[in-house]
C-alpha cells in the first residue's frame, strides 16, 4: 500500500475545507428570504384593503402575485437547504415533526429538477398575469406584442429545459453505474 505524499493530503484536506467559502452566501439567501418574506407582507398589506372593491380578475392577479411570491421564497428555501446539506455540511438537527420529508434526501439531480419545476411555474403565473391583463386600460402589465412573443418564448426555454433535464437524469439512471 502506498502512502499519499504529504503536501497531497494538505492540499485535499485545504481542497476539501473550501466548502465553507459558501456558507456566507447560504446566509445571503437566509436574508434574501427575509426580503421575500417582507415584500409578501408589502403585497398583502397593499391588496388587502381593497378586497372589497376588485374584480374577480383584479383579485385572481393580486393572488397570483402572492402565490408567485411564495413559489420564489420555497425555490429559495430547497436551494438553500439542500445546497447547504450537499455542498457544505449534513444540518445536525433533531428529528421532528416539523422536519420536512425531502431534507437530507434531495441530491444534485433532485435539486435541478426542482429548481426548473419552480421557475417553469413562476414564469407560468406572471405569463397568466399578462394574458390576463390584455386588453385591459391601465394596466399593470400593459406589454407590447414582441414582448408577450418573447414572454412565451422564454417560457417555453424553461419548459423545454425541464423536458430535457428530466430526460437526462431518467437516461443517467438507466445506464449502468461504473
Not at 418574506?37 to 402572492?66: C, H, N, R, S, W
Not at 444540518?91 to 434531495?106: A, F, H, N, Q, T
Request: glycine share 6%; no cysteine.
Amino acid at each position: 500500500m502506498s502512502v499519499k505524499p504529504s503536501i497531497e493530503t494538505k492540499f485535499e484536506q485545504g481542497l476539501f475545507a473550501s466548502r465553507w467559502l459558501m456558507a456566507p452566501m447560504y446566509l445571503g439567501l437566509v436574508v434574501s428570504l427575509a426580503m421575500m418574506a417582507v415584500l409578501f407582507v408589502k403585497e398583502l398589506a397593499y391588496y388587502l384593503p381593497k378586497t372589497l372593491t376588485m374584480t374577480a380578475d383584479q383579485g385572481i392577479l393580486a393572488v397570483l402575485t402572492l402565490i408567485d411570491l411564495s413559489l420564489a421564497a420555497n425555490l429559495l428555501l430547497i436551494v438553500l437547504f439542500s445546497g447547504y446539506e450537499n455542498f457544505v455540511s449534513k444540518l445536525d438537527i433533531k428529528d421532528s415533526e416539523d422536519r420536512p420529508d425531502w431534507m437530507g434526501k434531495v441530491d444534485f439531480s433532485g435539486l435541478k429538477m426542482k429548481l426548473i419545476a419552480s421557475i417553469v411555474a413562476i414564469s407560468g403565473i406572471h405569463l397568466l398575469k399578462v394574458f390576463m391583463s390584455l386588453g385591459k386600460p391601465a394596466s399593470a402589465y400593459t406589454v407590447t406584442m414582441e414582448t408577450l412573443q418573447w414572454m412565451v418564448i422564454i417560457h417555453l426555454t424553461f419548459v423545454v429545459s425541464g423536458v430535457l433535464l428530466a430526460l437526462m437524469d431518467w437516461f443517467s439512471a438507466k445506464t449502468d453505474k461504473h
